[in-house]
């Protein structure tokens, strides 16, 4: 057992302090809290640690507002206050963004830190003793830890958790809830959509038990059973369509589309506000465009646009969007983003580049195409701080300047954070 004093958080569910010159990283740790260790591996020059023992707790430090954490792993840091939150996420931004010299980082804009989620992923666990859980995996293990009381997840959401659950434990043999791996709820009001993913393919007793609870819960628009990839039954009750930002948008189930309404409204606003509203002259390039609502929200401001997608479903989406708005100066194109280098849609000006990559950020293809179309200005919308890092060296070395960043703490109680950077040549 060793005691150490913890200095800062990581990127990460980590805490930071020192033991004998070497870096301790200690899950749930806050900042000035005296704490008692065990070191539970050791490195070169680091070492893991579990906390023991809080012998003077941080005046950074609350107590979890939700009675889940820390065994539920869908937060890392109810542990801290709101606030001490984003000046640790803004901490690391400054120190992740320093060696770019941009001009402006603009402070982290807070959000509602509950409510938030309109999307949730639930896996499915029969204890011995017949217990249905509902909720995520604990950290680092296969435990499912129960979802019940979530302050995160928006109150549809939980009502139809609640839904769920009582419908997996009505069944005396717990078939179903023994053959279901996940559950996924999305909730874009007015819209409810539920897929259920199932380890084989349901018997017929199985799809009955689903068409009434469907018919038993009318807040659902849209329920889809799955298994192995194959679609098994699909239920749809008309709803009145989702809108946001003042506008009709569809979202499919299997789409990407961003957890948070609120943070995603400031996210687009503000890129409205980056790529001035007078019209440029060129193309728009916008790679993993999801649904297509950026691309389209800023068609105006180009002579053409094109947005680039590779899921099938978000594609599709997008070109649903488009219908809606009535637009003629986009076009979608269903293919990987490496894949659009060297073809019509990258002739001309390029006057904008937009990107929202996955976690893994862009590929070396994606990296080599964009430095030989040398568009005006990138945009670049990250879910992950470490490959933003990583791409806006290289992108800096094609003749940028990182010229401002804005970020937005899209998960509260979470190490999460949504980063948008704009380059210009």
């Not at 070395?397 to 950077?421: C, N, S, W």
């Amino acid at each position: 057992m060793e005691t150490i004093t913890i200095e800062k958080m990581t990127y990460g569910i980590d805490a930071l302090g020192h033991l004998n010159g070497k870096v301790v990283f200690v899950p749930y740790g806050a900042p000035r809290d005296k704490a008692e260790v065990d070191i539970l591996e050791q490195k070169t020059d680091y070492a893991r640690a579990s906390l023991t023992r809080i012998v003077e707790p941080s005046p950074h430090r609350q107590l979890s507002p939700c009675p889940n954490f820390p065994e539920c792993g869908g937060c890392h840091w109810l542990h801290l206050f709101p606030e001490v939150q984003r000046q640790e996420k803004e901490a690391y931004l400054n120190f992740l963004v320093k060696p770019f010299a941009p001009r402006k980082v603009y402070p982290i804009e807070g959000l509602a830190d509950t409510r938030y989620r309109n999307k949730m992923e639930l896996k499915v666990q029969c204890r011995e003793d017949g217990t249905v859980v509902l909720g995520n995996y604990k950290y680092r293990t296969h435990d499912v830890v129960s979802l019940k009381g979530c302050i995160v997840q928006c109150a549809p959401n939980m009502a139809m958790y609640e839904a769920f659950r009582a419908f997996l434990e009505a069944d005396p043999e717990r078939k179903i809830a023994k053959n279901t791996l996940e559950i996924m709820v999305r909730t874009l009001p007015p819209q409810q959509q539920a897929l259920i993913t199932l380890r084989e393919a349901p018997d017929e007793a199985a799809l009955e038990a689903f068409r009434n609870f469907f018919n038993d819960n009318a807040s659902l628009g849209r329920l889809e059973i799955v298994a192995q990839n194959t679609s098994y039954l699909t239920l749809m009750r008309e709803q009145e369509p989702f809108t946001f930002m003042k506008r009709q948008w569809t979202v499919s189930p299997r789409a990407f589309f961003q957890n948070n309404l609120e943070g995603s409204e400031a996210i687009l606003y503000t890129l409205l506000t980056v790529h001035e509203a007078v019209p440029q002259k060129g193309k728009l390039l916008d790679l993993y465009c999801g649904v297509g609502i950026q691309t389209l929200l800023l068609e105006n401001r180009f002579e053409e646009t094109v947005g680039v997608e590779c899921n099938d479903d978000s594609y599709q989406d997008a070109l649903r969007n488009q219908k809606i708005k009535g637009s003629n100066r986009t076009r979608f194109v269903c293919r990987k983003a490496e894949a659009i280098f060297g073809t019509p849609f990258t002739k001309g000006v390029i006057a904008a580049l937009h990107v929202n990559p996955p976690r893994t950020g862009l590929s070396q293809r994606v990296l080599r195409g964009m430095s030989g179309i040398k568009p005006k200005k990138i945009t670049y919308l990250s879910c992950n701080p470490m490959t933003f890092r990583r791409d806006a060296q290289a992108i800096t070395r094609m003749g940028y300047r990182l010229e401002q960043v804005h970020a937005f703490d899209l998960f509260p109680g979470t190490y999460h954070l949504e980063i948008l950077g704009t380059f210009v040549r």
